[in-house]
């Protein structure tokens, strides 16, 4: 049974993967994908290059959650971000169900850079279509998030968008 559930989630995991490489030279994502070096400035630069700019929502995100402290720990939950290990852990997995050799540490947690690389991971495999909303209330609340639970947080990374 649990076979079965792997290879499921791989194909799903596969058919929902959109394809990577356009004309326009690569995506932030896809530079971050295949280990070419960034700077934050490069990133900065990719992203407003590719057909989503996720800069204003992980900066709003960012200061939301530590104020933009990359050492902030809350439990389980460290850096700038956030970031759990099982959010490390579903970054991994994308990865190599995408057949990549790169993975990320506990560690990673704490480099803002890796804490956006991961955000934008995550952006692509779980939100398809970009959506600014989901992406934030996904973040506070996980994949099934209720719009309830989650809309307090949700003004909040929207003020700091909107005053940043």
């Known amino acids: 049974m649990r076979t079965v559930k792997i290879v499921l989630l791989t194909v799903f995991m596969f058919s929902i993967i959109p394809t990577v490489g356009s004309t326009s030279g690569p995506t932030l994502l896809e530079a971050v994908l295949y280990d070419n070096t960034e700077s934050e400035e490069g990133m900065?630069?990719?992203?407003?290059?590719?057909?989503?700019?996720?800069?204003?929502?992980?900066?709003?995100?960012?200061?939301?959650?530590?104020?933009?402290?990359p050492k902030a720990v809350s439990g389980n939950q460290v850096g700038a971000m956030q970031i759990t290990p099982i959010c490390v852990k579903e970054c991994n997995l994308i990865l190599e169900g995408r057949k990549l050799k790169k993975r990320f540490t506990l560690d990673d947690r704490f480099s803002i850079k890796k804490s956006k690389e991961m955000f934008l991971l995550i952006q692509s495999h779980r939100n398809l279509e970009n959506n600014v909303e989901v992406a934030i209330r996904a973040w506070n609340g996980g994949p099934r998030y209720s719009k309830r639970a989650t809309q307090r947080y949700y003004e909040r990374v929207m003020s700091k968008m909107k005053y940043s």
């Open 44 to 69: 900065t630069e990719e992203a407003s290059s590719s057909s989503m700019d996720w800069n204003p929502v992980m900066d709003a995100i960012i200061q939301v959650e530590s104020g933009g402290n």
